[in-house]
């Protein structure tokens, strides 16, 4: 494959070109209720160029993979008739590498009766929990994504990037009220990690039927304790995201913003994104522009201390590029994207942090969120109320809303370890989704969050 992506590179008269071939196989089940929803699987094989010609860019996305010269023309002419100015884009050294994935149980070698009978127990378990178990939704998928990729810089990398993973929903009903539980496992060591989840689908059909008579929280502004799950999710949603650099670049007003040197937290506030952590669902050791991933810091001690790049961002904005270029498959350029972003450790004991708490809110998992700028509202999926220091009842419908900036200001304590809850789903940007990101974290104290009513 390397001498013929070479061979087409090299006929190429743009600027800069690349070529990035996949090879993917996926297969899925999924249960509603009694009934076995849909099942399948899918093998394509297919790939993109991508030229550079004065600062515009030129596609040609493909299936057949024997014609590579004329695809690398049929980009060059594209990006041809848009670039109209100087082309940016940083350089970096071109690497020559091959990675392997190491499975525990291959998932391509298992039939598709044995998945579906993996997940027809977890989902026979939610439905007997509990006569008050309405439905239920569980969900098995998994991919196999073999990449090759190389570039007219002379990089060459063959990746190989397994996925894995299943949903467990349960859904309780006691007349109006409707109540859910959910617990989600996925990861890229192979077959065995979505095996043995029958206590995770007690877990999640015992919270749909717990929170049937739990309260709603009641209103108002607390100190509320997020955990890893959640911390995970507002340091992607909420901040991750206004740090992709073609968001900043494009934003007069995040340009303002997001000024680097600027006070943004307290001493003990570290936001990271790190592709490069091993084993997590954001991780790959080159990202689809041939860099090599890396520990990023976006705030230092408090302070804005970087942003995520592609080459091209990077170029246009004076910095480095950060290893963030991705792309979730062949029919899609790579944009800037978060790997695994978290709220980094700090000092604090659980303990510590809930002992002088008055009354407050831990607030636990996602169940549904929106973000608009700074603005963010993120429906735990459940919560307790802490009192007088200790964990008390549990309660539904915790809705935190707030402002990202002041929301960074108030955190004033962090837990000394993280965790990466192994969940799935992923990120969703410019319509390339679920992207598989990493999300955790440590526990994160915050001051002062508006809690309310769950907006269905
Ligand atoms: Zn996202």
């Not at 990006?79 to 499975?103: M, N």
């Not at 996925?163 to 496992?185: L, P």
């Not at 009641?218 to 949603?237: C, D, M, Q, W």
């Not at 303990?351 to 963010?376: H, N, P, R, W």
Request: charged content about 25%.
């Amino acid at each position: 494959m390397r001498e013929r992506m070479e061979k087409a590179l090299s006929s190429s008269d743009a600027e800069y070109t690349e070529i990035r071939i996949e090879n993917v196989t996926s297969s899925w089940a999924n249960f509603r209720g009694e009934d076995l929803d849909n099942i399948g699987s899918s093998r394509t094989l297919g790939g993109i160029v991508r030229a550079l010609v004065k600062g515009g860019w030129g596609y040609a996305t493909f299936n057949d993979i024997s014609d590579l010269e004329t695809r690398v023309r049929e980009a060059c002419e594209s990006a041809r008739l848009v670039g109209k100015e100087e082309s940016k884009f940083a350089e970096v050294e071109p690497v020559v590498d091959e990675i392997t994935a190491h499975l525990g149980k291959d998932f391509r070698e298992i039939s598709l009766s044995e998945k579906k009978s993996v997940i027809e127990e977890y989902n026979k378990i939610i439905l007997g929990y509990h006569d008050k178990i309405e439905t239920s939704n569980v969900g098995y998928g998994d991919s196999f994504r073999k990449v090759w990729y190389a570039n007219s810089d002379g990089a060459y990398i063959e990746d190989e990037r397994p996925d894995v993973g299943v949903a467990i929903s349960a859904t309780g009903r006691q007349g109006d009220n409707v109540q859910r539980g959910f617990e989600s496992v996925a990861g890229s060591a192979g077959f065995q990690v979505i095996e043995g989840l029958q206590e995770k689908a007690e877990v999640a059909a015992g919270r749909a039927v717990d929170l049937l008579s739990a309260p709603p929280v009641t209103g108002g502004k607390y100190t509320v304790i997020i955990n890893p799950r959640l911390s995970g999710v507002f340091a992607h949603e909420a901040f991750g995201h206004l740090s992709e650099s073609d968001f900043v670049y494009e934003n007069e007003r995040m340009k303002k913003l997001m000024v680097l040197g600027k006070r943004l937290g307290s001493d003990i506030l570290n936001i990271i994104d790190d592709g490069s952590i091993r084993g997590l669902r954001g991780t790959h050791m080159y990202d689809d522009e041939g860099v090599k991933t890396r520990k990023n810091y976006l705030i230092k001690d408090g302070i804005l201390a970087g942003r995520l790049h592609s080459r091209e961002t990077a170029a246009k904005m004076g910095e480095q590029p950060t290893g963030n270029a991705r792309a979730i498959g062949y029919q899609h350029r790579p944009i800037v994207r978060m790997t695994n972003t978290y709220i980094d450790k700090g000092a604090a004991t659980f303990e510590d942090m809930i002992k002088d708490v008055k009354l407050g809110v831990y607030a636990l998992d996602m169940v549904g969120g929106q973000t608009s700028m700074e603005m963010f509202t993120f429906s735990a999926a459940y919560g307790y109320m802490i009192r007088d220091g200790k964990i008390a009842e549990l309660v539904r419908d915790v809705v935190l809303t707030g402002n990202v900036f002041e929301t960074l200001m108030h955190i004033d304590m962090v837990s000394d370890t993280i965790e990466w809850p192994p969940v799935g789903g992923g990120c969703g940007k410019g319509g390339q989704s679920p992207l598989p990101v990493g999300l955790g974290g440590p526990c994160v104290r915050i001051q002062n969050v508006v809690v309310g009513g769950r907006q269905q």
